[in-house]
């Protein structure tokens, strides 16, 4: 490696350093958003295949420009399918964060993690009219990502028991996937159910 090579390497993460929330950022790829789109949307289809549950693959990003959707890839029958890749992350624990207090987590309760993802998969479900390049004969599926501390898998399971999700206009799917989980050395999510519209 060159001294350029290490300037420039160095540069770069103090880059990513000060674009860093510090908060919740486990999926965030601060200087390059839609890697980050790509690299949660191929974690979903890992975590899937790992148990037998895959439906998707050969992930490719669309790029700002030619979204939505974020990201597109085939089904077993070779058919696209949309991918559009969501954050939920509580902007007050980000804010808190920022300034010092790094363990004011946010509160999720039951009430308020349905109400998030229903919003979320509303406003992406809004986007499927605007998607580019379609139609996409496989599916549109809303894909839903968070780091945050208080929503451990059995915390979300337990949340989610029993509800449905309104289903927007053309989506097919809808998932929550969660951070890294020491418990199940793994990445997990649940598969959100929509209801027929």
Known sequence: MTPEDEKE???LMRAA???SRGYAGFYTWATDRDLEEWGVTNTLRESL??????FFSDIKRRGRGNDPPDCEAVDAEGKRIAI????LVCPDAIQAYKQGHVYDWADWTKDRLIAS????IATKGARYAKLKDAPYEGGYVVLIYTDEPMLPIDTVRKFLDGHTFRKPEG????FLLLSYDPQSQGYPYVDLPLDRG
């Open 84 to 87: 559009e890749a969501t954050e």
């Open 9 to 11: 390497i160095a540069a």
């Open 117 to 120: 993802l229903e919003e979320r």
């Open 49 to 54: 295949e790992s148990n037998g549950e895959a």
């Open 17 to 19: 350093l000060a674009k």
């Open 171 to 174: 989506v097919t799917r809808a």
